[in-house]
């Protein structure tokens, strides 16, 4: 358990600190028209989708002593850990040269993230046949995961004071964090993988594998769970920041270090969700967790404006909505990954890593063109950024139209608040308890 939860550190690191700050950090430190900003997350969500299948299929076919996995997530270690560092850096040039820089850094970065995190998150089916133990398997790979992405919050709470010239700082240390944490993974979890089932691999061409996963009605549940979900959470991490310095005027020292409580509540949230749906169910544990989520994000969208230097009574209450919106997103975390396992099972020649690639496709292909939304929605709206705006830091308030608010408003409250309740329609007549028994897909 404590090396599969180290597994997801360093990827988990990375997400979290990429999707609060890095449009902040392209709009602000690197001084990038809010278009171009969203541009660039929808290259690096998009290429992370197209090269998911791939990586797939071929983690999937690789032979080793090991087993399939572990290979891959060994020799992308120190990739991640260097691209990662590389993304923080504000390169010389203009416009035009700076896009191209972060352009290429996304792709090795993405490349090397999936090398990891996909082969990984396979293992979670392949360690045991047991639901509750790969209930638990996933949770302690979140449990990882948002403890990395808290150390990385509290680096950056730490670092961006002085200026934006802390995002390099910040990149050098999560790199090296990433990097570690992922080589220990492979290093605990080697013994296991050894002995870990393994798919079968026949001559069936790609075209019929995908084919097979597309029809497992099981599956495409569970998927589009996934899509409504993680696009709601992946969202309000990107708008999060922006909302709070922008709209709500935290000031933005206050507002990195406020972050935190999304990240701790989001840990307390897994390992309750966790116990519970080995308890009462996965799909009631997901609705009890998406009605709080709901509740907090449509509170997220009419919360009011503090004022010029606000107390700490009138921050209680931000801190308040923000960890409970962190508790309720928990079960964007847990519920799906534990729920896919059942639909591997429903096939029986369980390709573990085709499933999983096709899972996260569809995840990042949909937000990396939904972001590019959204960086185009700020620009018609009227959004100020960049750093002629006097702009530094983690980010700094600028005087925004009422248009742009109420964009901000929507993508942190109504938009993610809709995408849950459709999440929790989707999953109606899902046979919770039992489902990884039968062996046929329909």
Known sequence: MLAYGLGDAGTGLAATQLGFYLFPFFTCDAGLPAFIAGSLLTVIKVWDALNDPLIGWLSDHTESRWGPRLPWILTAALPLGISLAAMWWVPPGDVGQRTAYYAV???????????VNLPYAALATELTPDTSIRTRLNAARFTGSILAGTIGLSVAVVVLREGGGGYTLMGQITGTVAAAATLLCCWGLAPFAKRAQRPSVNAEPPQQQLRRVMTNPRFTKVLSLYLLLWFAVQLMQVVALIWLV???????????????????????????????????????????????????CLLSMVFPTLSDSPG???????????????????????IPWSLLPDAIDADPEKPAGLYTAWMVFGQKLIIGLTMSVFGSLLSLTGYISGKEEGCSGALSFIEQPESAELAIRLCMG??????????LVVMRGWPDRGAHLHVNAG
């Open 414 to 423: 109504l938009i993610p608040a809709i995408l849950v309740l459709l999440g």
């Open 105 to 115: 850094i996304a792709i090795l970065l993405m490349t090397a993230y999936t090398s």
């Open 312 to 334: 700490l009574a009138e921050l209680l209450p931000l801190v308040g909505l923000i960890a409970l919106v962190g508790f309720g997103a928990a079960t964007a975390y847990l």
């Open 246 to 296: 922008q709209v709500v005027h935290v000031p933005s020292s206050q507002a990195t270090a406020l972050l935190l409580a999304f990240n701790i509540a989001a840990l307390l949230g897994l390992q309750l969700w966790s116990l519970m749906s080995n308890r009462r169910g996965r799909i009631s544990t997901l609705r009890l967790g998406a009605g709080l989520w709901i509740a907090a």
